[in-house]
């Protein structure tokens, strides 16, 4: 499992999950505090954390530590569709490493290959995938929450 983050002026290195599943401490510690609280003080003022409802991101804990940084976070609807752009960027990640010539051989091999992946997809790339939430909320809103084009 990985872990990464995008915003329209940048992106937050990939986190490789080692050592077992994801829990609300380990995103709170792991991922919020060591990843996602530099990143928002870069920022500043506006920035907004959108992950999704995934166990871990709603842990009491998480939510309490959001709070104590101040670190504002999207609201989802328990049962929506997924319109997070960071979707799109993990299918980006996927062609990539499935384009390589040398396959990985190992996790840690798949870990570099992803880490090195992520590096390099151009900000432009991001750029527009963020560009399309407003299209992609109003395709969902037109289609009653039915499926989209994207």
Not at 36 to 61: E, Q, S, T
Not at 85 to 98: G, N, Y
Not at 121 to 142: D, M
């Amino acid at each position: 499992m990985v872990w990464g983050g995008i915003s329209y002026d940048g992106r937050i290195d990939l986190h490789v999950i080692r050592n077992g599943s994801l829990t609300a401490v380990r995103y709170r510690d792991e991922i919020v505090h060591q990843h996602v609280r530099p990143y928002a003080g870069a920022i500043g003022p506006n920035f907004v954390l959108m992950d999704d409802n995934a166990p871990p991101h709603r842990g009491r804990i998480v939510q309490q530590y959001l709070e104590t940084e101040g670190i504002e976070r999207m609201d989802w609807p328990a049962r929506s569709p997924d319109l997070n752009p960071i979707e799109h960027a993990w299918d980006m990640l996927q062609r990539r490493i499935s384009r390589r010539i040398r396959k990985p051989e190992t996790c840690d091999q798949l870990a570099n290959m992803l880490i090195e992946e992520w590096r390099q997809i151009p900000l432009a790339e991001f750029r527009k995938l963020i560009r399309s939430f407003k299209n992609r909320c109003r395709e969902v809103i037109q289609a009653r929450g039915g499926h989209t084009h994207y």
